[in-house]
């Protein structure tokens, strides 16, 4: 088992910045491959960007792509979003999540740990 926390959410206004921190504990992180989804109110939970073991790969949804860079550093088990130029449609609470696999997949339903999730409000 692994247990995650995100960090690093707040309020900001539509063109600001912000990076998300999701740290890990339990099992090995490396042998894991992570990814980053979101839930805004009323929606249903999002696929937002993924990482491979390595690190090497990486993955995003259209909505994001150009605009988010997920990274992960393994001597401080840690995956982090980098959110730039974000607008209001980002509002939305952020999970971080594990999937036990090399490989990472779109699917909410491939991820086997989750996060606690930690509040983007974007602000128009």
């Known amino acids: 088992q692994v247990q995650l926390v995100e960090s690093g959410g707040g309020l900001v206004q539509a063109g600001d910045s912000l990076r998300l921190s999701c740290a890990a504990s339990g099992r090995s992180f490396s042998n894991y491959a992570m990814a980053w989804f979101r839930q805004a109110p009323g929606k249903e939970r999002e696929f937002v960007a993924a990482?491979?073991?390595?690190?090497?790969?990486?993955d995003y949804a259209d909505s994001v792509t150009g605009r988010f860079t997920i990274s992960k550093d393994n001597a401080k088990n840690t995956v982090y979003l980098q959110m730039n130029t974000l607008k209001p449609e980002d509002t939305a609470v952020y999970y971080c999540?594990?999937?036990?696999?090399?490989?990472?997949?779109?699917?909410?339903?491939?991820?086997?740990?989750w996060g606690q999730g930690t509040q983007v409000f974007v602000s128009s």
């Open positions: 999540a594990a999937r036990s696999s090399r490989y990472f997949r779109p699917e909410v339903g491939s991820y086997d740990y």
């Open positions: 990482i491979s073991v390595s690190g090497g790969r990486t």
